[in-house]
């Protein structure tokens, strides 16, 4: 078979209940809408775990944090573990990163054979949570409620100078790739940090949002006493007392994140548009790794199982897979074995041991019933909590914490916790035996622990005497660029130019 082309856009903290059906009519996305129009759309997405790094590592793999040992944001990436990125190199595609992955460790490509940028976050073991300090706030780099109170317009900032360069980058090795003379496949992932917070905006995309009419949540704050205890967790965790959140703090800060999605929808468009002027084919995936509340509840960012957390946009543009709406539940650890199906390379050898199905049955019209899995054992968490979506129910677990079950069809906002309602005793039942026969919990606690307590020594060890940093270093060949005097000026001018001249 011919392989095709993939392009990979990963976006950061993306909440998917805004992409019901593609981008929610009221969203300025032109060219996100475009994609959608002729994708496979999912509306169903979850991520395997609300947090970046756990969340992307499943997602390149196919597995679970429990499976990868990526519990948390500074937990290592373990080199043995194949992606996405190797199986397709090892089937002969060219592999290329430009942007965010937050790989945690010294190996910083995972299976690509370029990366074009840095990291936006630090890949040591600094970040490492401590379950031996249960309440602890690691103030250096623990989120804080500042994200919102110093939410708004700015022309410039840590994250848009990232994702700026992380375009730039996709859209000159777009080019690259259209002027090379050989017909090797290529998989190409473009990863962005927005809409990820601080919720800062350029003035461009704010003014799109002065008259919207979804900057409050539709579920107001609860109040502390009035959380689930995870809540209340995530609460202590983000340092809500030292804030007074305002309603104006509220409506500012949605208000730029919703800005933050049309920012990225133009730097998704320049890469789309010169894919489309080369003349040049993919099957394109589009997905984030977790969400974002956006103060539904009360609660901001991530690190939960409530929907605005952890369900995450998900399309697909493949000519495998029919345009239309999937209402079936699915994880981003499908998408490993999504593509590798859709690019006909074979995962048998490790596919006992991946989480992920593929995706391409369900757009060939496929009936799917196992459920979603997601795990959570990071900061703000005491012990690790697991959650099963299953049809329209979803039950989420902890052994420090009360069962949750919720019944998301009548239920959306998750607000009506159904684990004591007799009427629901068989479905409670029959969800916790998978469960059970799922995860070993106090064995998976008995993990974390062990990660956390070595990556402390090693962490403390490393920073004491000579340093030696594991961010990625992009190096530019600034020799084999432009013209030189080892290069026939005919042959650079020719191989440069896109189409060629006669």
């Known amino acids: 078979m011919t392989r095709p082309n993939i392009l990979i856009f990963m976006v950061d903290q993306l909440n998917g209940t805004l992409f019901p059906d593609g981008p929610a009519d ?16 999912f509306r169903n997405a979850y991520t395997a775990s609300p947090l970046c790094a756990p969340g992307r590592a499943s997602f390149m793999s196919g597995q679970l944090p429990s499976a990868t040992g990526v519990y948390d944001n500074a937990a290592e990436f373990a080199s043995s573990i194949p992606t996405y990125a190797h199986h397709l190199r090892r089937a002969g595609y060219y592999t290329c990163l430009s942007g965010k992955m937050h790989f945690v460790g010294p190996d910083q490509l995972h299976g690509f054979e370029d990366r074009l940028t840095t990291d936006i976050y630090p890949p040591d073991f600094g970040w490492t949570p401590d379950y031996r300090k249960p309440g602890e706030r690691i103030d250096w780099w623990y989120h804080n409620m500042g994200s919102v109170t110093g939410a708004g317009v700015a022309e410039i900032s840590n994250q848009m100078e990232f994702d700026d360069e992380v375009a730039f980058h996709a859209v000159q090795k777009v080019y690259d790739l259209a002027r090379r003379r050989d017909d090797t496949p290529w998989a190409l992932t473009v990863s962005f940090t927005h809409p990820h917070d601080p919720y800062v905006t350029r003035r461009k995309y704010w003014d799109l949002y002065e008259d919207c009419e979804h900057l409050l949540p539709e579920v107001a704050d609860l109040g502390y006493d009035n959380q689930d205890p995870h809540a209340q967790r995530i609460f202590d965790a983000n340092d809500w007392r030292s804030f007074d959140i305002t309603e104006e703090d509220i409506r500012r800060s949605r208000r730029a994140y919703f800005a933050n999605i049309s920012y990225l929808d133009d730097k998704i468009g320049e890469v789309m548009e010169a894919l489309e002027n080369t003349g040049q084919e993919a099957t394109i995936l589009f997905v984030s ?28 543009a493949a000519p495998q897979m029919q345009p239309g709406l999937i209402t079936t539940p699915v994880s981003n650890i499908d998408v490993c074995p999504t593509l590798c199906d859709l690019a006909g390379v074979s995962m048998d050898e490790v596919m006992p041991w991946t989480n992920g199905e593929s995706l391409v049955p369900l757009g060939q019209g496929a009936i799917r019933t196992s459920p979603v899995a997601m795990e959570y054992a990071a900061e703000a968490s005491y012990a690790p909590m697991v959650s099963l979506r299953q049809g329209r129910w979803k039950l989420n677990l902890c052994k420090l914490d009360p069962v949750q079950l919720f019944d998301l069809e009548a239920d959306p906002h998750e607000l009506t916790n159904l684990a004591d309602d007799p009427a629901h005793r068989d479905t409670l039942a029959d969800l916790k035996a998978q469960a059970d026969a799922r995860w070993d919990l106090d064995q998976f606690d008995a993990q974390v622990r062990e990660s956390q307590a070595r990556r402390w020594v090693v962490y403390e060890a490393l920073r004491q005497g000579g340093y030696f940093p594991w961010d990625y270093q992009p190096l530019q060949k600034a020799s084999e660029r432009y013209m030189r005097n080892h290069m026939d000026l005919n042959e650079v001018e020719d191989n440069a130019r896109f189409p060629r001249g006669d």
Do not use: C, Q
């Not at 300025?28 to 129009?37: E, G, I, S, V």
């Open 289 to 316: 790794d977790h969400g974002d509340m956006l103060g539904e509840r009360g609660l901001w960012f991530k690190m939960s199982f409530y929907e605005g957390s952890a369900r995450v946009p998900l399309m697909i």
């Open 26 to 41: 009221w969203l300025h996305a032109p060219n996100m809408k475009k994609l959608a129009a002729r994708s496979t759309r």
